[in-house]
């Protein structure tokens, strides 16, 4: 949408343009972390860690350990995918081509996590599907 914000052809609602500009000043002050107290100062905390103590604080950060409601599911999010990343960043690089690789190993977890901590989202195999 923004793209088309100074295009005089394209009719936008102008509802639909102020709440586009409400989000993207909201994305700009991390606005959705209001909703989790505590969750950005974790990321803040735990990024300053020490990289060979780095997966230790991340499990025994006080934040976490006392985080209750949403910001605790938020918060084990966080940590699932701070662990799975320094896990990665600590292996060997291996050179591949194929680009679904990269995605599951990198992107995918997050979901996995995600989903696991909400149940809000589920993976089932095409595979299983299809038979």
């Keep these: 949408m923004e793209f088309l914000s100074g295009d005089e052809t394209y009719n936008a609602d102008e509802e639909a343009t102020n709440e586009y500009k409400t989000y993207c000043l909201e994305q700009d002050k991390f606005a959705s972390f209001d909703y989790f107290p505590d969750a950005a100062d974790f990321i803040e905390a735990v990024l300053k ?10 499990r025994s950060h006080d934040i976490r350990l006392n985080a209750t409601g949403f910001t605790r599911k938020l918060v084990g999010i966080i940590c699932y995918t701070l ?4 896990s ?11 680009e679904r690789i990269s995605f599951v190993k990198y992107i995918v977890p997050m979901f ?19 038979n």
Excluded at 49 to 58: I, Q
């Design 49 to 58: 860690a020490d990289k060979d103590k780095f997966p230790e604080t991340l």
């Design 112 to 130: 996995k996590y995600f989903g696991q901590e909400t149940n809000l989202i589920e993976f089932r195999c095409l595979e299983i599907l299809l």
């Design 88 to 98: 990665n960043c600590n292996q060997v690089f291996s050179s591949n081509n194929h």
């Design 83 to 86: 662990t799975d990343f320094n």
